[in-house]
């Protein structure tokens, strides 16, 4: 390293500010609330001039002595959805969603030959679920079996791999649901495929299915938060009692006090991603409680009008250190299912968009795209006819 390029990074080191930590690779937002990434800092040549004129980057973390930076994205415009037509229906927001509810719950049960082949006899058909009538759960907990089979992985292409950063939810036989800003990585561009049918990422039985088209709200414009929401249609999936759609929750008004979390996110700052599925028991918050916790956002790119109650909701743990972190992006929010039409489902209620503490933090909740909100947009797509 030069002696004048060694002063200026030690002088850098000393002067950076602390942040919550974060690793390189990760998605972050710089102190203009641009889009950026965690990088270190000498791979960083648009922060090195930046210091140079007395102006410090926002601090990810650190790589043993090397400071790991917010590294600003270079300008990209998202990709274009794929033009649709308008879709003119004369039905509800919310009526396909529950009809599909309905019909999706068939596939809770898995249907078997007899164990003594009988000519003439039909398959046996056994209830499979998963879900427990119990939702009491502690932080990180392990899922069971065919607890969240609606649960994806959604992947990025990485050299010759598969990178797998955020999560999604399936909703019917060829679409997921998650987040806007899980459609596109930073680093490594379009999602490609998703990983459906397990809890753990190393599953044999896991099904890789091929991602074929990416659709944004229309409203999303990053780097602001709002209508962090999207589509991801995919392809060559068995849809089964490992891998099947959750219902849609189509009501503003939660009857509920608490919500459950679940992902392969990081257990925490300082901890890995997570191997196995996970589950938590969150608590949802109130928009004035919400609002405070992210007071010092209000007014910039990324929160211009705070958190908006008609289109986000909060939920973490007043009690408890308890979370979603990286990795759980896109992963659902959801309640039981409280409708006898469609036993042993979940209704997805939210979208993990953003969060401060990481589970740091009592009272600090993450922020959850509302998906009632975007029923209509959803339903107009993903069951037109």
Not at 91 to 120: F, H, L, Q
Not at 214 to 230: A, K, M, R, W
Not at 277 to 294: A, H, P, R
Not at 330 to 344: S, V
Request: positive net charge; aromatic residues 10%.
């Amino acid at each position: 390293m030069p002696k004048n390029m060694k002063a200026f990074y030690f002088s850098f080191v000393a002067l950076i500010g602390v942040v919550n930590s974060q690793y390189k690779g990760d998605p972050c937002t710089d102190g203009e609330g641009s889009p950026g990434t965690c990088k270190k800092i000498l791979e960083c040549p648009a922060a090195i001039q930046a210091i140079q004129t007395g102006v410090l980057p926002q601090r990810c973390s650190f790589d043993g002595s090397v400071p790991i930076i917010c590294c600003k994205n270079p300008k990209t415009s998202l990709p274009d959805p794929t033009p649709r037509p308008p879709v003119l229906t004369s039905r509800k927001a919310g009526e396909m969603s529950r009809k599909k509810c309905k019909e999706y719950a068939k596939y809770v049960y898995e249907k078997t030959d007899a164990v003594v082949p009988i000519i003439g006899a039909q398959p046996m058909t056994t209830y499979e679920c998963g879900i427990t009538a119990v939702p009491l759960i502690v932080g990180g907990e392990k899922a069971g079996f065919k607890e969240f089979p609606h649960m994806a992985l959604i992947g990025y292409p990485d050299g010759n791999e598969i990178s797998y950063r955020c999560g999604g939810s399936i909703i019917s036989e060829h679409y997921i649901l998650t987040a806007a800003h899980c459609i596109e990585d930073a680093e490594l561009g379009a999602a490609s495929a998703a990983a459906i049918g397990m809890l753990n990422i190393n599953d044999r039985s896991r099904q890789v299915v091929k991602i074929v088209e990416t659709i944004y709200h229309p409203g999303y414009e990053p780097p602001s938060h709002y209508n962090d929401i999207g589509l991801l249609k995919f392809e060559g999936a068995k849809i089964n009692s490992y891998a099947r759609p959750a219902c849609l929750y189509s009501y503003f008004r939660i009857n509920h006090q608490n919500a459950l979390a679940s992902g392969w996110g990081r257990l925490g700052y300082t901890e890995d991603t997570s191997k196995d599925l996970l589950k938590v028991k969150l608590e949802l918050f109130g928009v004035t409680k919400c609002n405070f916790t992210y007071r010092h956002d209000y007014g910039s790119k990324r929160l211009i009008r705070g958190i908006l109650d008609d289109t986000q909701l909060c939920a973490g743990s007043t009690k408890e250190l308890k979370d979603t972190c990286q990795g759980d992006s896109g992963g659902p929010l959801q309640i039981f299912h409280d409708g006898t039409d469609a036993k042993c489902m979940y209704d997805l209620v939210g979208i993990t968009s953003f969060g401060k503490a990481c589970g740091l933090v009592k009272n600090s909740p993450g922020v959850y795209t509302r998906i009632s909100a975007y029923i209509k947009w959803i339903e107009d797509i993903v069951w037109p006819n």
